[in-house]
């Protein structure tokens, strides 16, 4: 199936390698800023979230921003302009399979191994900072449900709509204008900015690769859910069950 796609004709228009990822990444950057003027204007009519714990708070908010963003970069060109998008251009045009469960820890150790070569290239590098930390948002966890709540966040809802912004929508409509490797960087690169940290950009721009890779090949979005999933899942366990590690 990879092979299809790499030799499949594109109606090519080199004006979407910018236009495409400017729209995605600017409803993601929109859909904080609405969510972030919202509680503003929540907190100035009265509203207090003092007594709502901050983890809850946290993941009510991230929950929302990816609804808002996902309802900005796929639901408003859809009716604005009829510029639909289906289920299977997202990559859920069918049910996961038993090769998807096997393709996302194959597609871990590819992705490991590329993250440690670029780090390494990376490293030489003055402005590249190994010491540095992504925020994640979750901060002195200290009770079971705390716990309960930012892994539902990072390891499930944030895979879950990444992957369907990213190499389910983005990734969908670029390789309909561009070559399938110029759609696949861009896509990766658009991924590792918006992570902020070079070198969580770094870690995430290859991840982004396998990510897409299994998209394109299985025709399919869950391996990419998955592996996604995988990873931000070992993430969890250093960041926050053990990390003195």
Not at 29 to 47: D, E, K, M, T
């Amino acid at each position: 199936m990879l092979q299809s796609y790499l030799s499949k004709p594109v109606n090519f228009k080199p004006w979407m390698a910018i236009a495409l990822p400017v729209w995605v990444a600017g409803g993601f950057i929109l859909a904080q800023v609405v969510v972030s003027a919202l509680v503003s204007g929540l907190r100035a009519v009265g509203v207090s979230f003092v007594s709502l714990n901050e983890s809850l708070f946290q993941t009510m908010a991230s929950v929302v921003i990816y609804i808002v963003a996902i309802l900005i970069v796929i639901g408003v060109p859809w009716a604005v302009k009829k510029f639909r998008t289906s289920r299977g251009e997202l990559g859920f045009g069918t049910h996961m399979t038993w090769m998807d469960l096997l393709l996302a820890p194959a597609g871990f150790v590819v992705y490991a191994l590329l993250s440690a070569a670029l780090t390494a290239i990376a490293m030489h590098f003055p402005f590249y900072n190994v010491d540095q930390v992504q925020d994640t948002g979750f901060a002195q966890l200290s009770h079971s449900y705390e716990y309960i709540l930012a892994f539902f966040t990072l390891v499930i809802v944030a895979p879950v709509c990444e992957e369907t912004l990213f190499r389910g929508y983005l990734l969908g409509k670029l390789r309909k204008y561009l070559p399938i490797w110029i759609s696949i960087l861009i896509t990766s690169l658009v991924f590792a900015i918006l992570h902020l940290e070079w070198n969580v950009g770094v870690d995430v721009f290859a991840l982004s690769i396998v990510l897409c890779l299994l998209r394109v090949g299985t025709g399919r979005l869950w391996p990419s859910i998955l592996l996604h999933m995988i990873k931000n899942g070992i993430a969890f366990f250093y960041l926050f069950i053990n990390p003195l590690l």
